[in-house]
């Protein structure tokens, strides 16, 4: 009366004393596939967090100086300024960022005073892109602005700069994800000088 199936003919060809061996092997060969996935689950997570993960690129003003500054006169107070700005786009992605067109615009106490168009480009994986921009700042509606002729005594006139740049990360050239970041700056033009200092990016 042969059994059917195959271990029941293999245990009667091996005898009994073989069944004990076969079990362990057969726990062993779990266990190895257990650790084996647990191992690819550590593997894909380690993966996902570190080089699948998408980063926020930053757009951010490193350095800049000031030239051609002109102030008005009390009675009619103005300002005129080229700030020459070293722009970075920070990439910390394993893949490149192509980003599109972006305009920074830039303002005195939320009246805006000047704006520049950085062209489209790419930031490579892992890397911070660097550039440099002039823009001409000016500002010579006095009514609107009563906190100018007292910036101006004063000898330190606020400016920022706010933009939002629009592009896509690339991950392995094949997975792409939109992904925008925001420039917002501040910085001081100090009239005595004509420097620009404190120049803070979030
Ligand atoms: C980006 O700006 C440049 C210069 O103004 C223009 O020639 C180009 O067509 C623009 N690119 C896009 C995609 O709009
Ligand atoms: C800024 O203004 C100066 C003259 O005041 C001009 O020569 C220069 O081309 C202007 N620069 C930009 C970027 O518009
Ligand atoms: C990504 O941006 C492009 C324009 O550059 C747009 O055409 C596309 O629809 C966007 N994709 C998603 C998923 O938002
Ligand atoms: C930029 O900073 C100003 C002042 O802190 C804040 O009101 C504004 O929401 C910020 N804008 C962005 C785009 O983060």
Redesign the pocket.
């Known amino acids: 009366m042969a059994p059917a199936n195959g271990h029941g003919r293999s245990d009667a060809e091996a005898g009994g004393a073989a069944t004990e061996p076969r079990k362990k092997n057969r726990t062993k060969c779990f266990l190895y596939i257990a650790l084996f996935v647990i191992f690819q689950i550590g593997v894909i997570t380690i993966f996902s967090l570190t080089v699948m993960k998408i980063r926020t690129p930053k757009f951010r003003i490193r350095s800049a100086h000031l030239t051609n500054f002109n102030a008005g006169t009390p009675a009619s107070p103005s300002f005129s300024a080229t700030v020459n700005a070293e722009f970075t786009v920070k990439n910390a992605n394993f893949g490149r960022y192509k980003y ?2 972006t305009t920074v615009d830039f303002f005195y106490r939320g009246t805006p005073v000047g704006q520049v ?1 950085v ?2 480009s790419r930031a490579g994986w892992r890397s911070t892109k660097k550039f440099n921009v002039a823009v001409n700042l000016s500002l010579t509606n006095a009514q609107a602005n009563p906190q100018l002729a007292s910036d101006l005594n004063a000898g330190v006139v606020q400016i920022s700069s706010q933009a939002r740049m629009r592009g896509r990360v690339e991950l392995i050239f094949v997975m792409k994800k939109n992904k925008s970041t925001d420039m917002n700056c501040t910085m001081e033009i100090v009239t005595a000088t004509q420097q620009l200092r404190n120049i803070l990016c979030k």
């Open positions: 599109r067109n168009l062209r489209d």
